[in-house]
């Protein structure tokens, strides 16, 4: 067997070539790996450092009482708690459904005048600090309405998530295999109710995973609510209740007076409480600030296990 | 009686500016099967797809000529495209069932023709499975995701999605191409037994397949101007004992393509 040229320059080198690429290897390996444990450092310090100051905080009466004055023991943050759930579903009701149908719309129409403006303006949208949000509908709801409302805070929190809502419904719509829509479409069906049904099923896991990261990150604001929702210190829920309700009122007027007013919110009295030069405020906002992250992990949590078990259904 | 159950007549399809399809005249005879074959690229599924009309589904492309089904042309504006659709169904290469259980995957098509009683439905879905060879394997599950069948069981619910809104033509886009040869074999046996109520075209790669199950064979190849043209149609035992043009015999012995 004659050996070529070739073979005979990797014979050569052969040793020392593969000595370097492992050592190569090995320390590439190790930098990457390093910075990966570095990278996780701040994750749990924080995680860690919130349970460690907030959960001595943490009792039954945090989370069902209302505050209490300054050098009265005990109180809680029901009303945040309260304010945050009311803002967070109104944000919701705001944005999911045009974000969804925008969405849509650009996922067939990517390269229409209309379907390139909504990607640019949704990527302006997105970069846009949170507290211009809050500038923004402070003029266009709370000074017409003479009123801080948690109406408003809902306003502000919808346009902030809207460019995620809508970029990751847009992704995931995409990512749905064309044949799914052609098999659809060749059994007659119209383009809408291919969407409806066979489309936004098929995408939904990953469009419910972006409603997550958009609600995840609108429950922790903080700027867009000081102008909008103000906060206050009261059970709007509660104070209806015993106010009284009347027959002749419907459902409609109630959820009205709830959503007319101010409320608080859990990053609002975050911020107000680490302010205060009391020791029990301070504690009481890494309390706070506990809940807050417990509020999100629930909330992935229990997205997740709802999309895992979808998966299994589809799967079968 | 009238046998021709689709015909094109000087059809020619444009993507854009380049033509793919030049001067089409293929007739399509009424329970039977025709075969479309020819090496890739030569406009094979172009075709296919003009029967129903789904290459309006491509922005660009602009289909010119007649094509009628029961001597009617289809390939005007005004007719409506969901009712060729229906009459017209379609299998695709790789199997796309929905994202839905097997018995809602069977009923999307009745569904959309108003179809809501449960009775109908369920008949609907154990016939229409019962045709397509899979309701044996399947009727103890049907509200299992069609994605939990094999991709054999698969193509076989999606033909039956499409025989459930029982089309007159049955377009098949090299329905076995993505399958292992026994589920090729099912597939093949199937359109035997179901084209007696039926029409079928079916585009196949596969030489073998399209001389085992077809009446009649189309051969396809492009011109000098890389559009697809047909060149040869004939019985399908003629076009692979004794063809009258070279490149088909060329073809179909294998000998390039």
Request: with cysteine; aromatic share 8%; net charge positive.
């Amino acid at each position: 067997m004659t050996v070529t040229r070739f073979q005979e320059l990797i014979a050569k080198n052969q040793v020392a070539h593969s000595r370097r690429r492992r050592i190569t290897n090995a320390v590439m390996l190790s930098v990457t790996g390093l910075l990966t444990l570095l990278a996780l450092i701040p994750l749990f310090w924080i995680i860690g450092y919130v349970i460690y100051r907030g959960g001595p905080t943490l009792n039954w009466d945090f989370f069902t009482q209302l505050p209490r004055p300054l050098g009265v023991k005990g109180g809680g943050i029901l009303h945040s708690i309260e304010g945050t759930i009311i803002i967070t579903f109104l944000a919701c009701l705001f944005a999911i459904p045009p974000g969804v149908l925008a969405a849509f719309y650009a996922a067939r129409n990517p390269n229409t005048t209309l379907g390139i403006a909504l990607r640019f303006s949704t990527d302006v949208l997105a970069g846009i600090p949170s507290i211009v949000m809050g500038l923004f509908v402070y003029d266009l709801m709370v000074v017409p309405m003479k009123h801080f409302s948690a109406l408003a805070g809902g306003v502000a929190l919808a346009i902030l998530m809207l460019p995620t809502i809508i970029r990751t419904t847009e992704e995931m719509l995409k990512l749905v295999p064309h044949t799914l829509r052609e098999g659809s479409l060749a059994l007659g069906a119209p383009e809408w109710k291919t969407s409806l049904s066979v489309l936004f099923p098929a995408a939904l896991n990953g469009i419910v995973t972006g409603f997550l990261l958009a609600i995840a990150r609108a429950a922790g604001e903080t700027a867009p609510l000081l102008f909008t929702a103000l906060g206050n210190d009261t059970f709007n829920v509660g104070l209806i209740v015993k106010g009284g309700v009347q027959a002749h009122q419907n459902i409609f007027t109630i959820l009205g007076r709830i959503v007319n007013q101010p409320v608080d919110s859990l990053p609002l009295t975050l911020w107000k409480y680490a302010q205060q030069p009391y020791p029990e405020r301070i504690s009481q906002s890494w309390g706070v600030a506990l809940i807050l992250m417990i509020f999100v992990l629930l909330t992935e949590v229990v997205t997740r296990l709802w999309i895992e078990n979808r998966k299994r259904s589809m799967q079968g | 009686m009238n046998n021709e159950k689709m015909q094109t007549k000087n059809l020619s399809v444009h993507y854009g500016k380049f033509r793919a399809l030049t001067d089409i005249n293929l007739t399509v005879q009424t329970n039977k099967i025709t075969a479309i074959i020819g090496p890739s690229g030569c406009g094979k599924s172009t075709l296919l797809r003009s029967f129903n009309r789904m290459n309006d589904l491509t922005p660009s492309a602009r289909m010119d000529g007649e094509i009628l089904l029961d001597g009617e042309n289809i390939n005007v504006s005004g007719v409506d495209v969901v009712d060729v659709r229906r009459r017209v169904g379609m299998v695709f290469q790789r199997p796309n069932p929905f994202p839905k259980s097997i018995h809602d995957n069977v009923t999307y098509g009745p569904r959309l023709y108003g179809i809501r009683n449960k009775r109908d439905l369920d008949e609907i879905v154990e016939k229409s499975l019962k045709q397509a060879a899979l309701w044996d394997e399947v009727k103890d599950k049907l509200h299992q995701s069609g994605l939990s069948l094999s991709g054999g069981q698969q193509q076989r619910l999606c033909i039956a999605r499409a025989l459930a809104v029982e089309p007159e033509v049955i377009l098949m886009d090299e329905p076995a191409s993505a399958l292992d040869p026994i589920s090729t074999l099912k597939i093949e046996e199937l359109m035997h037994d179901i084209v007696k109520d039926y029409t079928i075209i079916i585009v196949t790669h596969n030489m073998q397949q399209a001389a085992r199950v077809s009446d009649y064979t189309a051969m396809m190849m492009i011109d000098e101007h890389r559009s697809g043209r047909m060149i040869e149609f004939n019985d399908t035992n003629v076009i692979f004992t004794n063809p009258k043009d070279k490149r088909t015999e060329d073809y179909v012995t294998g000998r390039f393509g």
